[in-house]
């Protein structure tokens, strides 16, 4: 069999290197319009940092994994064809700022029918709104010919920094196609890819609207927890209560869950905003209005939450940080990536700059991507790979990213080399408070009762 991926991003990549790695007799290619993501997936610097993919890529790579910018000869050659083509929100015109700007998606649906001439299976993986599976069969039926297309979705899962370990052992695969024989036989087929290394009772099927509402529904269930728990985190900061105690309390309740209640400047990344203002879009769509202003609000509460970091620094530093200098450390929407769609950073960051800080970036991975977010502030911003050296001469640090290295630097060097008072805000929750209170900073965490010497 062979199958490609037509889009080499977080997605694509990251799946297509896993199902080569897992099934060995099974031809992958995975195809990009842009020259320079591939030349770096078959190079040893991969065009995105994910902990344990080098290695995946490693081990396939001219066995039976490939990367080509010839999407017309890869889609001719292909039994299966994933799509994971970028899918932003509209930037113009109807639904701008929240409905899925579909026109990279539907180039390829019209470039799969117009390079194929046997039978495909084309498999919907970037998430799309509710129904675009429909609209991508109407595409491919329109040609009119003897070649027969069937259109599945299914949705992908994994998370950024831990995509090998997710796409090793998914908590669940999930594979929507039509209740035809067709159907089910392209569904049977995706489901065998799979059976390589999951488990069958870990594949779900279902029809093809459920799996692309379930894509839609799962990553809004997630970012609602982050929103619900940053809601409670600005009671907490107004009385005496401690989110993360009140986030281990409520988390052993088996019912609620521990997972995704670490209280945070904001959630980030490619897919909860978008994902969450589409669902806005689609209800909104269907008359649904009191649905799409509760959905509405986890995006409102993520904007609240990254608003009052800011509010919250001025204040504590005695309402102006023009002229000081504030080190951010991590500028990545998460740790263990260099990715920085969404990532709160920018936003806090523009901010600062907008006071008239002098905002100095660190972060292990991203800086390259940061540059590029931040490219129109010019010189306003530093950037500086050594956190040590960007919190030389600062009167604040603000901890955006947690990553690991950032909870063992030694910050009785970092606290001599500062400006005083020295503050830290810790918009993660990841540092010692106690540790850092004791060396001298006034400590700001998110949720909690700050630590001043003030
Ligand atoms: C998410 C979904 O988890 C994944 O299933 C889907 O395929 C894509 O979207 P991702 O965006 O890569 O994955 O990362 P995730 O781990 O979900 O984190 C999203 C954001 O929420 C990050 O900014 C993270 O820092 C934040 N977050 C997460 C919190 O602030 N608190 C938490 O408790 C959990
Ligand atoms: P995701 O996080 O969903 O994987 P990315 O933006 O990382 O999104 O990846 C999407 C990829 O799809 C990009 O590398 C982009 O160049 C590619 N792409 C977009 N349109 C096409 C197209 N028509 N043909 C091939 N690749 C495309």
Known sequence: MNILCIGAGYVGGPTMAMIALKCPEVKVTVVDINAARIAAWQSDSLPIYEPGLQEVVRACLGRN????????????????IFVSVNTPTK??????????????????????????????????????????????????????????????????FLAEGTAIKDLQNPDRVLIGGHDTDAGRRAVAALVDVYAHWVPRERILTSNVWSSELSKLAANAFLAQRVSSINALSALCEATEADVCEVSRAIGMDSRIGAKFLNASVGFGGSCFKKDILNLVYLCETYGLTEVAAYWQQVVSMNDYQQDRFVRNMLSRMFNTVSGKRIALFGFAFKKDTGDTRESPAIRIARQLVEERAQVV????????????????????????????????????????????????????????????????????????????????????????TALSHL
């Open 91 to 156: 930037t113009f015109g109807q639904g701008a700022g929240r409905a899925a700007d579909l026109q990279y998606w539907e180039k390829t649906a019209r470039q799969i029918l117009a390079n194929s001439k046997t039978d495909k299976i084309v498999v919907e993986k970037s998430t799309l709104p509710v129904r675009t599976a429909a609209a991508m069969q109407r595409i491919l039926d329109s040609g009119g010919g003897d070649v027969k297309f069937e259109v599945l979705s299914n949705p992908e």
């Open 361 to 448: 970036i660190s972060d292990p991975k991203a800086l390259a991507n940061a540059k590029v977010d931040l490219r129109d502030l010019g010189d306003r911003v530093q950037y500086e790979s050594d956190p040590y050296a960007a919190a030389e001469g600062a009167h604040a640090i603000a901890l955006m990213t947690e990553w690991d290295c950032y909870a063992t630097l030694d910050y009785q060097r970092i606290y001599d080399r500062m400006m005083k008072p020295a503050s830290f805000f810790d918009g993660r929750n990841r540092l010692d408070h106690a540790a850092l209170y004791q060396i001298g900073f006034n400590v700001y965490g998110i949720g909690k």
């Open 65 to 80: 994994l490939f990367f080509s910018t010839d999407v017309d000869a890869a889609i001719a050659a292909a039994d299966m």
